[in-house]
């Protein structure tokens, strides 16, 4: 081990050395409300149809390289405007690797908000790009003042705005998000992976915008075992993005389950729309909560602080009782004593809130 530890030291770059990898834990028989899932499974009444169309495929063949298909599908259930052009991605992960690679150069800055979204440090750092993060603010509203002063100031080649953002759930003022685009020497892209949860979107506005693109995944939405993400900006942008692209990206089975699944969308958007009510009751039970501070939430997901030093505690006490949020507490100073919960079915969230009780 001695020898290929010399060996990884000479050739792994120090950045990347240090750099931890994602850790998704094992739930094991726990009830899951730590990844903002869709708690409901497909329908009944829709898997027998489903398994018609896998009978159908010819796994022997390549995909489709393009998914057209599947492209068509998702413009008119995400009401993409004609003149953007879109691709699609293993996940909205890999396309925004895929940007950040187009841009990679010496130099070269990657810049968001923080705390947000993991995956754009962890992505620009794998690219050897600098990771520039701009704190928001201690109510975790975006500072835009000081988000327009460091892109003045550093000329990040692209920003990144999740909207809503990621742990905190909260929508960014869109007034302030129109300025940054606006004075963004390079690209911005707006990360809507949780626009099922919200009325509010930037996708009308790609096409008036050249610097503008938009990220959506249907993962949050009952889809996150397919893994498609899809992004809408200029084509000449993403004609250069396609470059990056690896062949096939997306298999036969995912194009075909994703088209399937869209054409059933409205079966999806009643459970969104189920996940919209009960996070709002959701919320409110825990406001009656002794000790937390509750964060509004337009994503399928609650961000609530416990009392100080108590997080490591309740999150442990919740594992022992059943349920698997997420200790966001020692991730980043702004999220000293948070969790995160995801909206569960109405009996998951009633066990985890009798189980957060047993624990305050």
């Given at each position: 081990?001695?020898?290929?530890?010399?060996?990884?030291?000479?050739?792994?770059?120090?950045?990347?050395?240090?750099?931890?990898?994602?850790?998704?834990?094992?739930?094991?028989?726990?009830?899951?409300?730590?990844?903002?899932?869709?708690?409901?499974?497909?329908?009944?009444?829709?898997?027998?149809?489903?398994?018609?169309?896998?009978?159908?495929?010819?796994?022997?063949?390549?995909?489709?390289?393009?998914?057209?298909?599947?492209k068509q599908e998702l413009r008119?259930?995400?009401?993409?405007?004609?003149?953007?052009?879109?691709?699609?991605?293993?996940?909205?992960?890999?396309?925004?690797?895929?940007?950040?690679?187009?841009?990679?150069?010496?130099?070269?800055?990657?810049?968001?908000?923080?705390?947000?979204?993991?995956?754009?440090?962890?992505?620009?750092?794998?690219?050897?790009?600098?990771?520039?993060?701009?704190?928001?603010?201690?109510?975790?509203?975006?500072?835009?003042?000081?988000?327009?002063?460091?892109?003045?100031?550093?000329?990040?080649?692209v920003v990144f705005l999740a909207?809503?953002?990621?742990?905190?759930?909260?929508?960014?003022?869109?007034?302030?998000?129109?300025?940054?685009?606006?004075?963004?020497?390079?690209?911005?892209?707006?990360?809507?992976?949780?626009?099922?949860?919200?009325?509010?979107?930037?996708?009308?506005?790609?096409?008036?915008?050249?610097?503008?693109?938009?990220?959506?995944?249907?993962?949050?939405?009952?889809?996150?075992?397919?893994?498609?993400?899809?992004?809408?900006?200029?084509?000449?942008?993403?004609?250069?993005?396609?470059?990056?692209?690896?062949?096939?990206?997306?298999?036969?089975?995912?194009?075909?389950?994703?088209?399937?699944?869209?054409?059933?969308?409205?079966?999806?958007?009643?459970?969104?729309?189920?996940?919209?009510?009960?996070?709002?009751?959701?919320?409110?039970?825990?406001?009656?909560?002794?000790?937390?501070?509750?964060?509004?939430?337009?994503?399928?997901?609650i961000l609530l602080r416990t009392?100080?030093?108590?997080?490591?505690?309740?999150?442990?006490?919740?594992?022992?009782?059943?349920?698997?949020?997420?200790?966001?507490?020692?991730?980043?100073?702004?999220?000293?004593?948070?969790?995160?919960?995801?909206?569960?079915?109405?009996?998951?969230?009633?066990?985890?809130?009798?189980?957060?009780?047993?624990?305050?």
């Amino acid at each position: 081990m001695t020898a290929a530890n010399d060996r990884i030291d000479q050739l792994v770059r120090p950045e990347l050395r240090a750099l931890p990898a994602y850790h998704v834990p094992d739930p094991g028989n726990l009830i899951k409300l730590d990844a903002m899932e869709n708690p409901y499974r497909w329908p009944e009444s829709l898997l027998d149809d489903w398994f018609e169309v896998l009978r159908t495929l010819e796994l022997n063949r390549y995909p489709d390289p393009q998914a057209t298909a599947l492209k068509q599908e998702l413009r008119r259930r995400m009401a993409v405007p004609d003149s953007a052009a879109v691709m699609l991605g293993n996940g909205s992960d890999e396309l925004i690797q895929m940007i950040i690679q187009t841009v990679a150069a010496p130099g070269r800055v990657i810049m968001a908000p923080e705390p947000t979204f993991v995956m754009y440090r962890q992505i620009a750092t794998v690219c050897g790009l600098e990771f520039a993060g701009v704190p928001l603010r201690a109510d975790f509203t975006l500072d835009a003042e000081a988000l327009l002063a460091e892109i003045a100031n550093r000329q990040p080649a692209v920003v990144f705005l999740a909207w809503p953002n990621n742990p905190t759930g909260n929508l960014f003022d869109r007034t302030a998000v129109e300025a940054i685009i606006e004075h963004a020497p390079g690209l911005v892209v707006i990360d809507e992976a949780y626009a099922p949860f919200t009325e509010h979107s930037f996708l009308p506005a790609v096409p008036d915008t050249e610097n503008l693109l938009v990220l959506r995944t249907l993962s949050k939405i009952g889809f996150a075992g397919l893994r498609l993400g899809l992004l809408a900006g200029p084509e000449a942008w993403l004609a250069e993005f396609e470059k990056t692209r690896l062949p096939y990206n997306i298999s036969t089975l995912n194009q075909a389950c994703g088209v399937f699944a869209l054409q059933h969308y409205d079966v999806f958007s009643e459970q969104t729309d189920s996940l919209r009510r009960d996070r709002a009751a959701l919320s409110a039970q825990l406001q009656e909560m002794p000790g937390l501070t509750v964060f509004p939430s337009e994503a399928n997901f609650i961000l609530l602080r416990t009392p100080p030093g108590r997080a490591d505690a309740i999150f442990a006490g919740l594992k022992e009782r059943g349920i698997l949020i997420k200790n966001l507490n020692g991730t980043v100073t702004a999220l000293a004593d948070c969790l995160r919960v995801t909206v569960g079915s109405p009996e998951e969230n009633a066990a985890f809130l009798a189980a957060l009780a047993e624990c305050l």
